[in-house]
């Protein structure tokens, strides 16, 4: 699969609640939705799990009061990183690093947790690595 990358600088293709990945393992649903908990503090009922990603084709996002799709889809941008007001407050409130996540805990994340539960989301670095490509 190609990378698909959100307009808030998430992959949504590695996501494990990304359509295509949902319907190839349906099992993760619950996977995810414990690693949500344990890394991001809140909880989604595994059969709520499942996303199409946040692209303004007006399909249905796991996130509905996400405010970073309506700025980026109104901007008629590809994402964050084009936008001249960046990192604006809502951007700053769903960054993702994992250092600052690491940091949050007493031992290290485990490899796969990190692969599954924070590379996807991991948008800071990311979005910086895009901006210099601008």
Not at 62 to 72: E, G, K, W
Request: glycine content about 4%; proline content about 7%.
């Amino acid at each position: 699969m190609q990378p698909v990358i959100s307009l808030c600088g998430m992959r949504c293709d590695l996501c494990l609640a990304y359509q295509p990945n949902i319907a190839a393992h349906p099992e993760n649903r619950q996977i995810l939705s414990d690693g949500w908990h344990t890394y991001f503090g809140f909880r989604i009922p595994p059969e709520q799990i499942e996303c199409n990603g946040c692209f303004p084709n007006g399909e249905m996002t796991l996130d509905s009061t996400c405010q970073v799709r309506p700025c980026v889809t109104e901007r008629q941008l590809d994402n964050c990183a084009s936008c001249e007001a960046y990192i604006c407050d809502k951007l700053d409130q769903i960054l993702v690093s994992f250092d600052e996540m690491q940091a949050k805990f007493d031992t290290p994340i485990p490899e796969q947790d990190r692969q599954n539960f924070i590379f996807p989301y991991e948008n800071k670095d990311r979005l910086a690595a895009l901006r210099k490509t601008k």
